[in-house]
């Protein structure tokens, strides 16, 4: 056999050539195929794995969709899509199909109240052109400030009020009254750029003031006034009311 191997020694390195290129081969596909592996389990999966989906995904009307009524609330509605929201978070498709209803329901009913609005503003108007004529002459001197002015000048006149009742026990509300007049006039004279009308449409108010004052106060109770609240105090409080109204809806 050893002479056998020595006479052909072509065959032995033929065969064992082959072998350790085989071993060569398995070894070299070994990587090449567990890359295939990976590959395939990182590809191959399906879009979106076991997440749950949205069944009313493709559902046009938006209430149906977020599975409310068209009379729901405000705070129905945000509860729908928060409790939608966090059950289908993890599906993209499905949460921007979730805000996308939602917004469209925060939409509408925000132009159903500027609808509103403006028929009320349109019914009103309608209602004073169809007054009797001294009624819109009336209106054509009151007018509509802005909330920020009709806040500052009722915190002004608010404050002069207080000072009065906590003063009240030593001195009486005439210095705070002549403030107040002297405010409304200044206010009006700001706006008319007439300082004429302004001290008239003051002098107005004051004496408005007067009047239901002298009128109502005899009225109240006697068990619901401190034993320090004059009538004059009281009266001053209705006149800081007509100043107020007088400075701020007057034109």
């Avoid at 004073?128 to 909330?147: A, D, G």
Wanted: with cysteine; aromatic share 12%.
């Amino acid at each position: 056999m050893a002479a056998t191997l020595i006479l052909k020694p072509s065959l032995s390195s033929a065969f064992l050539g082959q072998k350790l290129s085989s071993r060569g081969n398995s070894k070299r596909s070994e990587p090449s195929r567990l890359f295939s592996k990976d590959t395939k389990c990182a590809t191959d999966t399906a879009y979106g794995g076991n997440v749950p989906k949205f069944s009313r995904l493709n559902v046009w009307d938006p209430y149906k969709r977020l599975g409310i009524s068209r009379d729901a609330s405000e705070e129905e509605v945000w509860s729908s899509r928060n409790f939608l929201l966090n059950q289908y978070a993890n599906h993209e498709r499905s949460a921007e199909s979730i805000e996308a209803a939602f917004e469209k329901i925060l939409m509408k009913s925000f132009i159903n109240r500027k609808k509103t609005k403006i028929n009320l503003k349109t019914r009103l108007k309608k209602q004073v052109e169809e007054s009797p004529p001294w009624v819109q002459n009336l209106l054509s001197f009151v007018e509509l400030p802005p909330p920020v002015i009709i806040l500052r000048r009722l915190f002004l006149f608010g404050f002069m009020a207080c000072w009065s009742v906590m003063n009240s026990a030593e001195a009486g509300p005439a210095f705070q009254v002549a403030i107040s007049f002297g405010a409304c006039v200044y206010f009006l004279n700001d706006k008319t750029k007439s300082l004429g009308r302004a001290a008239l449409i003051g002098f107005g108010g004051l004496v408005a003031g007067w009047f239901c004052g002298s009128l109502l106060v005899p009225m109240i109770p006697s068990f619901l006034l401190q034993p320090t609240w004059s009538l004059e105090l009281l009266t001053s409080l209705f006149i800081y009311v007509s100043l107020f109204l007088s400075c701020t809806f007057l034109k």
